[in-house]
């Protein structure tokens, strides 16, 4: 009788970790930390330091968690505008506010601790600075200019910045180089999203591109632009000698399969080809990095 009664509970139990784990946005925090190890693997020098990896690598994700649960408390209301959002924990009525906000603190502040005590002051207050230009600069802009893509790709291109400034306790010219791939690469890979969800966006009086742009050309041609810039700026590892000619070619081969995307969206706006967009900014910015790691000079 009492594995009866006790039954729902764990189910409950699970259900409330699940929705936890929601918060953290796992697929964006994932791809944080792969950012920031990147920034550290291409930065190291001598005898690679494993256990300062994990720290840098543990204390960013827990950063990035902390703030996707903050966004997430933050916009609780309009998630629960969007179809796309309003089965959220917040928006479902799943967690309460206060708790998630506790989660966040923790996640957030805890993160920002763990980096200044176990890798350096540098990374630790480029984590500060990323968190809190996203919650408060990015994050209210979005209702207000549709410039807010641009706000939020500075904050957004920070975690190999925090990588590198981990591994050297500095940032270089190559540093910067990482930081300007993963800036123009937020914008086709946002906009792209934004076109979309383009209605949902609208419902909650987000100002996004796509949201003022109904036929979708000027924000096609936006996602091409950025995608055609990415092309040289992705060989700037290889002129500044990160990387050798393996990188070079495949970069150049990357380059040019995104940018073919991304002109079929542009000349056909649709969210099939927005998708296809999506999906091709998705593995673009894994397989660089990974090129670039394997090809370090």
Known sequence: M????????????????????ELTKP?????????????????????????????????????????????MYLERGDDARMRRTAQRPLPAGRLHPTAVLRFAWALSLGGVL??????????????????????FLYTPLKKKTIGCTAIGAIPGAAPPLIGWAAARGSLSAEAWALYAILFLWQFPHFLSIAWMYREDYARAGMRMLPVVDPS??????????????????????????????????GAVVLGLAFLWVTLRAALRP??????????????????????LMLDKR
Do not use: C, K
């Open 114 to 135: 763990y980096l200044a005590a176990f890798v350096n002051l540098l990374a630790a207050v480029l984590a500060f600075a990323t968190w809190g230009s996203y919650l």
């Open 27 to 71: 697929e964006v925090t994932s791809l944080v930390v792969a950012s920031a190890l990147a920034g550290f693997y291409v930065a190291s020098e001598g005898a690679f330091n494993w256990l300062l990896l994990v720290h840098a690598l543990l204390g960013t994700g827990l950063v990035s968690a902390g703030t996707a649960a903050f966004n």
């Open 2 to 21: 009492s594995a009866i009664v006790q039954l729902p509970a764990a189910r409950s139990r699970t259900a409330a970790l699940r929705d936890y784990l």
């Open 216 to 249: 979708g050309r000027a924000t096609g041609w936006q996602i091409s632009f950025y995608a055609a810039a990415l092309l040289p700026l992705g060989l700037l590892p290889a002129w500044l000698g990160m990387a050798g000619t393996v990188y070079s070619w």
């Open 270 to 291: 649709s969210n099939l080809h927005a998708r296809w967009v999506l999906h091709a900014s998705v593995a673009y910015l894994p397989l660089l990095f990974a090129l």
